[in-house]
């Protein structure tokens, strides 16, 4: 493929050295300024994107695509409701469970939270907990009906291990002389988990599903369902579908439904931190406008040379919008490029940490996605190239008569 003469004209201006050294320095600025715009750009939005990713991920770890409940409160035929779901198309798996507020106490320790009964045997191909194991084993709960399975930093804050017996005390119990009397029961611990959420970590035990209707005195039924689905994005059609098979007596949410507030404003941050940094390009535009400007001033000889031969004013206008562009893709490609490998490091190595009990993560992920990388590297050209555009018109614009009068 054959380049126009105004590239490599361009080209050689951008590498010639300059009569005024303010003109070379200004040409480096605007470069740099350009990076670093790029580069802030991909680092923010990978980690914004990582966030939202990792998020997503850890919560879909503990509560799975769809919930399903009834209106009546808790479910009789929870598995055959179970088999009428799975049957539909677009359904995975499914599951049922309990869930109840407990307090958990050891020794002169006390601390509330959710116990969720679950059949062991239907978790891996649900929320699938057993890969969040740190020790001991989740399927000893399929063989234990007072084993219990709990986080890593309740396991801290109470200094409990794997084999240690702990009390779970439901504040619905039964009446006695003296009024309501809380039901306690002892668990034994067999596996500690650590999901990295610390809302999750500090207050969800489980137990089998068995267990936990022993425990609440409820009888055979279930609080509600888990379904996992095919397509995690088409959970609201597939909600909608459940809650029409099973009648109007039973309704279902979606984990889209049920976390709609948190992953709207860590959109709403990502597209305000994607306008606020692209500034830094457009003040770096305007030093392109600057440095081309007066590069124009400096080149009016060679400008008027070009033009005595032969040269039109489209040829001298693409000259200088080729030298504009390309200090906007240098800048580009170099920013992109540490902005990739600052974010590999960042995410990889997990060299910023959080404290879990302030964010929902307990280091800071960053994930490069290519359409984010894509809108920043061609948002940063666009506006490089849009800053040629004054610059460029005003050198077809010199008289070539004018330099070469006292040549």
């Given at each position: 493929?054959?380049?126009?003469?105004?590239?490599?004209?361009?080209?050689?201006?951008?590498?010639?050295?300059?009569?005024?050294?303010?003109?070379?320095?200004?040409?480096?600025?605007s470069?740099?300024?350009?990076?670093?715009?790029?580069?802030?750009?991909?680092?923010?939005?990978?980690?914004?994107?990582?966030?939202?990713?990792?998020l997503?991920?850890?919560?879909?770890?503990?509560?799975?695509?769809?919930l399903?409940?009834?209106?009546?409160?808790?479910?009789?035929?929870?598995?055959?409701?179970?088999?009428?779901?799975?049957?539909?198309?677009?359904?995975?798996?499914?599951?049922?469970?309990?869930?109840?507020?407990?307090?958990?106490?050891?020794?002169?320790?006390?601390?509330?939270?959710?116990?969720r009964?679950?059949?062991?045997?239907?978790?891996?191909?649900?929320?699938?907990?057993?890969?969040?194991?740190?020790?001991?084993?989740?399927?000893?709960?399929?063989?234990?009906?007072?084993?219990i399975?709990?986080?890593?930093?309740?396991?801290?804050?109470?200094?409990?291990?794997?084999?240690?017996?702990?009390?779970?005390?439901?504040?619905?119990?039964?009446?006695?002389?003296?009024?309501?009397?809380?039901?306690?029961?002892?668990?034994?611990?067999?596996?500690?988990?650590?999901?990295?959420?610390?809302?999750?970590?500090?207050?969800?035990?489980?137990?089998?599903?068995?267990?936990?209707?022993?425990?609440?005195g409820?009888?055979?039924?279930?609080?509600?369902?888990?379904?996992?689905?095919?397509?995690?994005?088409?959970?609201?059609?597939?909600?909608?579908?459940?809650?029409?098979t099973?009648?109007?007596?039973?309704?279902?949410?979606?984990?889209?439904?049920?976390?709609?507030?948190l992953?709207?404003?860590?959109?709403?941050?990502?597209?305000?931190?994607?306008?606020?940094?692209?500034?830094?390009?457009?003040?770096?535009?305007?030093?392109?406008?600057?440095?081309?400007?007066?590069?124009?001033?400096?080149?009016?000889?060679?400008?008027?040379?070009?033009?005595?031969?032969?040269?039109?004013?489209?040829?001298?206008?693409?000259?200088?919008?080729?030298?504009?562009?390309?200090?906007?893709?240098?800048?580009?490609?170099?920013?992109?490029?540490?902005?990739?490998?600052?974010?590999?490091?960042?995410?990889?190595?997990?060299?910023?940490?959080?404290?879990?009990d302030?964010?929902?993560?307990?280091?800071?992920?960053?994930?490069?996605?290519?359409?984010?990388?894509?809108?920043?590297?061609?948002?940063?050209?666009?506006?490089?190239?849009?800053?040629?555009?004054?610059?460029?018109?005003?050198?077809?614009?010199?008289?070539?008569?004018?330099?070469?009068?006292?040549?």
């Amino acid at each position: 493929m054959k380049l126009p003469y105004s590239f490599f004209i361009a080209l050689r201006y951008l590498k010639s050295r300059k009569k005024h050294k303010a003109i070379s320095f200004t040409t480096l600025i605007s470069m740099v300024g350009v990076m670093v715009g790029v580069m802030a750009l991909i680092i923010v939005l990978s980690v914004m994107s990582g966030f939202h990713e990792d998020l997503q991920k850890k919560i879909l770890g503990v509560s799975t695509h769809v919930l399903v409940f009834s209106y009546e409160g808790k479910m009789k035929s929870y598995m055959d409701t179970a088999k009428t779901i799975k049957n539909i198309d677009g359904i995975k798996a499914t599951s049922p469970f309990i869930l109840g507020q407990v307090m958990i106490s050891n020794n002169k320790n006390a601390q509330g939270a959710f116990l969720r009964g679950i059949i062991p045997e239907n978790e891996a191909a649900t929320t699938d907990l057993s890969r969040f194991i740190k020790s001991g084993s989740f399927k000893i709960l399929s063989e234990s009906s007072n084993g219990i399975v709990i986080g890593k930093e309740l396991a801290n804050n109470m200094g409990l291990r794997t084999g240690d017996e702990i009390n779970i005390i439901s504040p619905i119990g039964e009446i006695g002389p003296l009024g309501l009397i809380p039901k306690a029961k002892k668990f034994q611990i067999v596996a500690i988990f650590e999901i990295g959420m610390y809302e999750y970590d500090t207050s969800l035990v489980i137990t089998s599903l068995k267990g936990a209707q022993d425990f609440f005195g409820v009888g055979d039924v279930a609080t509600g369902i888990e379904v996992k689905l095919d397509d995690i994005y088409k959970a609201p059609q597939l909600r909608d579908e459940i809650a029409k098979t099973l009648g109007g007596v039973y309704y279902a949410r979606d984990w889209m439904q049920m976390n709609k507030n948190l992953f709207a404003a860590l959109n709403l941050e990502k597209l305000t931190m994607f306008i606020i940094l692209t500034l830094i390009v457009i003040v770096a535009s305007f030093n392109i406008i600057s440095t081309l400007t007066m590069n124009v001033m400096e080149k009016e000889r060679e400008i008027a040379i070009l033009r005595t031969m032969g040269a039109n004013s489209t040829g001298i206008l693409t000259v200088f919008m080729f030298q504009g562009l390309l200090i906007g893709l240098i800048g580009t490609t170099v920013g992109a490029t540490i902005g990739v490998v600052i974010s590999y490091v960042i995410d990889n190595y997990q060299i910023i940490k959080l404290p879990g009990d302030v964010y929902y993560l307990t280091y800071l992920p960053a994930k490069v996605k290519l359409n984010d990388f894509a809108l920043v590297c061609i948002s940063a050209v666009a506006i490089s190239f849009l800053s040629t555009i004054y610059p460029s018109y005003r050198a077809t614009k010199i008289n070539p008569v004018e330099p070469l009068r006292f040549e």
